[in-house]
């Protein structure tokens, strides 16, 4: 890669810095493989995305079954 193709690239992250490697590529039309981009982006300072801490798959509703089987009571025994 030159260092316009660098240049392209951070001013990109400027615009979007949450945007994937693989859309980078896409977006710039670069010839180059994903761990090229990867590598320049760990050079240039750049971390891994962090994983949101609320987890998507828990806004959709549950599924008949599972909720039946979730929200059956319970019988507590006491010790003795």
């Given amino acids: 890669m030159s260092d316009a193709d660098h240049q392209h690239i951070l001013s990109l992250l400027e615009k979007q810095p949450d945007i994937a490697c693989l859309k980078i590529i896409e977006t ?15 050079q240039a300072g750049y971390r891994r995305k962090k994983k949101p ?4 798959e828990q806004e959709r509703p549950r599924c008949g ?9 319970y019988i507590w025994i006491q010790g003795k």
């Fill in 28 to 42: 710039l039309d670069l010839p180059v493989s994903i761990d090229t981009v990867w590598r320049f982006l760990q």
């Fill in 53 to 56: 801490l609320h987890a998507s």
């Fill in 65 to 73: 079954a599972e909720e039946k089987r979730l929200e059956r009571p």
